[in-house]
């Protein structure tokens, strides 16, 4: 099966990145160390890092290790992600790079660490030329996410509930509720329901702005900036013209949006 994989990949050169993903890692530290509890026998992993590389392939993500390693193989790097929850560290004398660490006997296991400020997750961010990754515990995350918070309240972010009719300028954190629908009466327009904790508002997107329409899916977090306030029949539309603009939040909103009942009170009252 992963020859014919890398065999059909290998002749279509039109992706623009390749990666494995794989639970145990081919090595820890460098391609050719020796067998470990940790890592593939040599001959193995010799030959799936040549057949992947084949296919391109530039990233091998993969866990097993209960923290972070990794290293190169050629143009190929492998990133051995520690765990979401328990961190097995190695011992004092034991150093990253010798025999012990790639098996259980060089770990500490009387020192195993499951916390806020040990475990956590990495982020890959991926565009069209690169391809980058950071590790992150819980707590450097939950310090970034208070920074954001804090970002936007300087720079004019309301609330859904404080929208006012008439209002320009208007920079928003939500979440979709509701995918974009065509505009009743309007071709032109697509409107798509955001909320935040306060209640939730239509926000009404130019049809032809197919990056804004697809990045509005159901629980999405998106972040309006510079909308204008249009009233429709008494309710408010949160216009994004050519002047404004409606992209994927980053980091990710951590609100719950509140039930189509309250909904339904808070448009009403803005509407009047």
């Known amino acids: ?5 890398c065999r059909t990949i290998a002749q279509r050169p039109t992706f623009a990145h390749v990666f494995c993903f794989s ?25 799936l890092l040549d057949q ?22 050629g143009t190929m790097e492998v990133v051995i992600t520690g765990a979401a929850g328990t961190l097995i ?27 806020l400020e040990v475990s956590g997750l990495r982020i890959v961010t991926v565009t069209q030329k690169d391809v980058h990754h950071v590790w992150y515990t819980y707590a450097q995350l939950a310090a970034m996410q208070q920074e954001k918070v804090k970002m936007l309240e300087k ?8 929208i006012r009719p008439e209002a320009k300028g ?9 995918a974009p629908m065509l505009a009743e009466g309007n071709s032109n327009f697509q409107d798509v329901v955001l909320g935040d904790e306060t209640g939730v ?15 509005c899916t159901p629980g999405a977090s998106l972040q309006v900036q510079n909308g204008t306030v249009e009233m429709v029949n008494g309710h408010i539309r949160l216009v994004i013209d050519r002047w404004a603009d409606l992209t994927p939040a980053d980091p990710s909103v951590m609100f719950e949006v509140p039930t189509s009942e309250d909904v339904v009170a808070v448009e009403s009252e803005l509407g009047q």
């Open 1 to 5: 099966w992963l020859e014919a994989e």
């Open 23 to 47: 639970h145990i890692p081919p090595f820890l530290q460098t391609p050719d160390e020796p067998k470990g509890y940790y890592n593939l026998e040599p001959h193995v992993r010799r030959s």
């Open 52 to 73: 992947v590389k084949s296919a391109g392939c530039t990233k091998w993500f993969c866990g097993h290790y209960h923290q972070n390693a990794g290293g190169h193989d």
């Open 89 to 115: 560290p190695l011992k004092p004398d034991v150093p990253p790079k010798s025999p012990e660490a790639l098996s259980p006997t060089g770990q500490d296991f009387s020192n195993m660490q499951c916390s």
């Open 155 to 162: 720079t004019g972010f309301v609330k859904v509930i404080g």
């Open 170 to 178: 208007v920079n928003v954190m939500a979440k979709c509720v509701k």
């Open 201 to 215: 508002v239509t926000v009404r997107l130019q049809s032809d702005a197919e990056a804004q329409i697809s990045a």
